[in-house]
């Protein structure tokens, strides 16, 4: 069964008005945990982690990202409810969680995102490359034809899956942040990330073939 499969199987999307959504009923779940975990420490979220998918995860970067965003923590503990005894077959709550994010109606700017990439705030990503290894992430300033043209060719390559997690950051909004962390000073640029580290760029844009040679390497 396919990722998007199980998850409509599990009740967690639906569709409506010919959209894909999250269900009331996963919105609602998620809600009630919300409101469970106002208050909670760095411990209590490793603890609300290892009672919903257990400690061989990595618990650390996502207890670390559960103060800053709980609602990621709050998805996870519902979403492994809700795939229970699949979880193994269908896949691990852990790697269905960035799709989730693509649902959320909140502030994170998308607009220049390549489909399939997941947008998410410059300042997660410390947390979520150590979670997700190895892992791509797309930079992209204002509208440009150089982004745009960097926007295709990930598209293109990106068709279909590539075993890496694909993320995405608007970086006009976090140019501080990402020369401080990654020293990244200039877009559209492509991170190839393992364990949090990057281990190979590309600025501008290059064409499909460049990127899928990097991806090769990276993927070693």
């Known amino acids: 069964m396919s990722a998007d499969n199980s998850l409509f199987a ?9 959209s894909v959504t999250l269900s009331e009923g996963f919105e609602e779940a998620v809600e009630t945990h919300l409101s469970r975990f106002e208050g909670h420490t760095n411990e209590d979220f490793v603890a609300e982690i290892e009672a919903a998918v257990g400690d061989d ?14 609602r990621t923590i709050a998805e996870l503990c519902v979403l492994a409810e809700r795939l229970g005894a699949d979880a193994e077959t269908d896949g691990n709550p852990i790697q269905l969680l960035p799709s989730l994010r693509l649902f959320r109606d909140d502030d994170v700017r998308s607009d220049g995102a390549p489909e399939s990439f997941v947008p998410v705030p410059a300042t997660q990503l410390p947390q979520l490359l150590r979670i997700y290894s190895p892992a791509l992430v797309y930079v992209w300033l204002d509208d440009s034809e150089k982004c745009d043209l960097a926007k295709r060719d990930l598209e293109t390559v990106f068709e279909q899956p590539q075993d890496v997690m694909p993320f995405a950051v608007y970086g006009s909004a976090y140019k501080e ?18 364990d949090g580290a990057v281990e190979a760029r590309l600025y501008g844009a290059h064409g499909p073939g460049t990127i899928e040679t990097e991806l090769e390497r990276h993927r070693r």
């Not at 599990?10 to 010919?18: A, F, R």
């Not at 995860?57 to 709980?70: I, K, N, S």
């Not at 020293?183 to 990330?193: M, Q, R, W």
């Open 10 to 18: 599990s009740g967690v999307l639906t569709t409506q008005g010919g």
């Open 57 to 70: 995860v990595a618990v650390e970067p996502l207890a670390a990202l559960g103060e800053e965003d709980p």
């Open 177 to 194: 942040f990402l020369d401080r962390e990654y020293s990244l000073t200039a877009g559209p640029a492509v991170l190839f990330t393992r």
